[in-house]
């Protein structure tokens, strides 16, 4: 059987690891983009999008994929849809990979929003303010007049400025922990922090160290998901990929 991973997370790689011995599972990754860091899967790999629907409509009955994982990002929204939408059209078996969201809890200082226009709203003037979403969608914040906004990167700063009317990028090593990040925020006398809810727990040092500093929280809900078999484990994904025909 042949089975499409839709990647873009860690959980992914432990996927892969779990089941390109599989007797009988012809595993095929796909990602959007190169992930960090960039070392192989081990197993065919294909790069780049499908070409929208009838792209990927396409791919499904010409590679014969007899069932698709999603272990895409929590906010990879268009992706899943789409896919389960589509699996669901020509009766391919399709499972969504979903980690945990964060939950608030004693001493957080959290205020939910829909998407980063609320949250840049939940923001007031005077502050300063790190976003910790990366570049996607920086523009859905505004120009946030009179906030001093940094933006952390990884590894390399972007040439262009960030869209904001006082903004700096941050680069950033990871992995990331607590103490570095209080160490950063107090550096940089952070007073808001604005993340979406992606879950896990290499990204959750910042929530820590917002919690210890009492900073506020701007925390941007996760998109809507489709109608799928979901697991929220990574054993859960696997064993449904085992079984699944």
């Not at 004693?106 to 570049?135: K, L, M, N, Y």
């Not at 904001?164 to 940089?188: N, Q, R, S």
Request: with cysteine; aromatic share 8%.
């Amino acid at each position: 059987m042949r089975l499409l991973l839709l990647a873009g997370t860690q959980e992914a790689r432990q996927i892969v690891a779990a089941l390109k011995s599989v007797t009988g599972l012809g595993l095929t990754v796909s990602v959007a983009r190169p992930m960090r860091p960039p070392e192989a899967f081990g197993v065919a790999t294909r790069i780049g999008g499908f070409g929208g629907d009838d792209g990927f409509r396409s791919y499904l009955k010409e590679e014969q994929v007899g069932a698709v994982l999603d272990a895409t990002h929590p906010f990879a929204a268009r992706v899943s849809m789409r896919s389960a939408r589509i699996c669901r059209e020509l009766g391919v078996p399709y499972g969504q990979l979903l980690r945990p969201p964060w939950l608030p809890g004693p001493g957080d200082r959290w205020h939910f929003a829909e998407d980063e226009t609320a949250a840049g709203a939940f923001v007031p003037s005077g502050v300063c303010v790190f976003i910790g979403t990366g570049q996607h969608r920086l523009d859905a914040f505004g120009p946030m007049p009179g906030r001093r906004v940094f933006v952390r990167q990884i590894d390399h700063a972007p040439l262009h400025h960030p869209p904001f009317e006082d903004g700096m990028w941050i680069v950033g090593h990871p992995p990331f922990d607590a103490e570095g990040e209080i160490k950063l925020f107090g550096e940089l006398g952070i007073d808001w922090l604005v993340v979406r809810n992606a879950g896990g727990a290499a990204s959750r040092p910042k929530l820590d160290a917002a919690r210890e500093l009492g900073i506020e929280v701007a925390m941007i809900r996760r998109p809507p998901r489709p109608e799928a078999v979901r697991f929220d484990t990574i054993a859960g994904a696997i064993a449904w990929a085992r079984r699944v025909e």
